[in-house]
């Protein structure tokens, strides 16, 4: 019995630490506004982000691994446009942290609200999509 009990227990840490996604919960968010800004480099829309880790893997978020979906579009962050305090989009999220702001995306055409926001791996995986409520 002891013998069973040993490999059961060997085979469920193989299958922990083979996937340790099993392991880790994702990351949870909120979203508590969308807004358009205009100013002299042009238009963008705004997502006020709220985004905690309660897993124990670090993420780093990147300007060029991040985009917005939506009615057929994609936006990529605006290097130009920003609202206050804004979302770093180059910044790493430790575990047991949060990382909240505005991130703004170039407006591809106006009125244009994105549905989702992805935020993947340099040259890898998506880690988070964000689903974007749209009010009307």
């Known amino acids: 019995m002891k013998l069973i009990l040993n490999k059961i227990l060997v085979a469920l840490l193989f299958l922990i630490f ?3 996604s099993l392991v880790n ?7 508590r506004g969308v807004e358009r800004v205009s100013d002299m480099f042009g238009d963008a829309i705004c997502v006020s982000l709220y985004i905690v880790n309660d897993s124990r ?3 780093s978020f990147n300007l060029f691994s991040t985009s917005a979906k939506g009615d057929g ?4 962050p605006s290097i ?4 206050k ?3 770093d989009p180059n910044q790493t999220l430790d575990p047991k942290s949060k990382a909240r702001g505005w991130l703004c995306f170039d407006e591809p055409e106006y009125g ?3 549905e989702k926001i992805q935020f993947s791996e340099v040259m890898g995986s998506t880690f988070l999509t964000v ?3 749209q009010k009307n």
Do not use: C, G, H
């Open 18 to 20: 083979s996937f340790p």
């Open 25 to 31: 919960a994702d990351l949870n968010y909120e979203v």
């Open 57 to 59: 893997q670090q993420y």
């Open 73 to 76: 579009l994609s936006s990529s």
């Open 80 to 83: 130009f446009t920003n609202k």
């Open 85 to 87: 305090p804004s979302f």
């Open 112 to 114: 244009w609200v994105p």
């Open 131 to 133: 689903r974007v409520s």
